[in-house]
């Protein structure tokens, strides 16, 4: 740590020396980042405050939005970890194709993933309809929808998170680990878990944080029902329209979240600059 | 310099104990092909320069890189196939890969663990180890709070947890720093004399390979260019890399002070401070040759010799002095001619006290 400090290159205090071409237009950068939320707290109905945050509505979608944002997120654990194994530790043909396939979530409008789950997993989908003959399960407009809406957004910030760290730690403790007699599937429960485990802790606070913040497709594919797919983000929506200062209330609980969030991944990112 | 004469000897070894290999294994365009046999006891190096192929080697032995060709058999059992986890082979890997969320007990108990034995068990025996390296006290120290040697005696007792019947020893001490390495080569040694099954470790440091090992590989290029007794291979250099390899003369014998009184002789003044069984080395450029008595000479260590042979190296003689001592000397051409030089020649060779390295046998 202090030898990467001690090797930084030298950096000047803004003053005189910072080119005013340069200046003025990171200020008006970093005042369009600042003054939204700047005016959230500003115009935050204080008074009314603990009201707002006290009605049932509110605790009905902060608790649906923590569980589904929880569950998505370790349902993502579950088969995105083993997946960023398999596209960092093996190689197969096409393995860039499906590397990129699992990235294009990061990238596609959340809308448009919405669509595509109705298709694959609505009562009439390509894959829903044998779940809704065989088994009785319907997944849209169901909390169920409103998790799997959530991961499919989530997760891939996840696997390109652990990819990166796998891929940053050395397979030669594998190897090692194989020598002492582990299988391929002990040397990475015992040997590169624990080795990759910040990697992972990072990339489930970021998939967590975007559960959280998921809008687009939890309202295509899961709908807009107070207290089963009603979450946060579609409760500030719709209060909007009808309620603003409880708009405001409820985006000052994601406000408040987002800089818990912020605050507990500062040593890996902050310090990492 | 044969630690076990008795096997080293031993004529052709019964086709089932110890190893018997042939290794062929393709990298792009590079292909290692080289024949390994060694009996159980026999402590083998592999010596060569970078990218000779030593590493594949070993790899392959591991089961961690693919046989292209060839056989692998251990005890009489074709490993050929078994995969790595399945073999019963132990890896001192070069920078040890001791793994960091483990402590130096769980990192040794790790191998006993994964072969089926209890948790408990498994800890035992890992305390048991250690105890035997020396390092009871460091059993609950993570390895990043390990110095460079206790680092190195783990990684050697993590290997030798799961009683393997081929222990692989990757430049087992490369990653110390000068003065850590006299003390672990001496106690490798001393682990490794011990140790009932095949040893076969690489280096690129001929010191190590002649103090370490009973036979000396030499591998360029993928392929064996010379094996034998350290001594052989030293006296015999059949290639210039080897001539250079082993441009070192050491001897044995037993320390007393400053002082190693060699099996072959005479006495050699050393600056280290040893009592007990000693090996003393000094390269031969550290040798000074005169044809008359040197007086003002501040070299503590003179001996009356005879010039057995020359050869050149380049700009440089090499001569092989025998005598009181039989030692290798080299000098410049002109040097040479100075001291005019011949096969018969009696000649007197100095070396200071600072020159020489002496260290535990």
Known sequence: MSTQAARKPRVRAP????????????????????????ALLLRAPWRSLPEQLTSPEVWEALRLSLLCATTATALSL???????????????????????????????????????????????GVVGQWLDAWFGITLPFTTAGVVLAETFVAMPFLVISVEGTLRAADPRYEEAAATLGASRFTAFRRVTLPLVAPGIAAGAVLAWARALGEFGATITFAGNFPGRTQTMPLAVYLALQNDPAAAIALSLVLLAVSVAVLAGLRDRWMRAV | MPKHPETANSGPVPATAGLDARLVVDRGSFRLDIALNAAPGDVVALLGPNGAGKTTALRALAGLAPLAAGHLRLDGTDLHRTAPESRPVGVVFQDYLLFPHLTALDNVAFGPRCRGAGKREARAGAAEWLDRMGLAEQAGTKPRHLSGGQAQRVALARALATHPRLLLLDEPLAALDARTRLEVRAQLRRHLAAFEAVAVLVTHDPLDAMVLADRLVVVERGLIVQEGAPSDIARHPRTEYIAQLVGLNLYRGQADGHTVRLDA???????????GPAFVAF??????????????????????????????????????LTGELSLAADLTTVAAAELDLHPGAPVWAAVKATQTHAYPA
Request: hydrophobic share 50%.
């Open chain 2, 265 to 275: 002789g005479p006495a050699v003044s050393t600056t280290e401070d040893l009592s």
């Open chain 1, 78 to 124: 579950v088969v995105g970890v083993p997946l960023a194994w398999l596209l960092a530790r093996t190689d197969f043909p096409g393995r860039g194709l499906v590397r990129a396939l699992v990235t294009l979530p990061l990238v596609l409008p959340p809308v448009v993933g919405g669509v595509a789950l109705l298709l694959a997993l609505g009562r009439n």
């Open chain 1, 15 to 38: 003053g005189p020396g910072v080119p005013l071409a340069l200046l003025l237009p990171a200020l008006l950068g970093l005042a369009f980042l600042l003054v939204p939320l700047l």
């Open chain 2, 283 to 320: 390269p031969p450029g550290a040798v000074t040759l005169h044809r008359e008595r040197p007086t003002g000479s501040s070299a503590r260590n003179l001996w009356h010799c005879a010039v057995a042979g020359l050869e050149s190296h380049g700009d440089q003689i090499r001569a092989e």
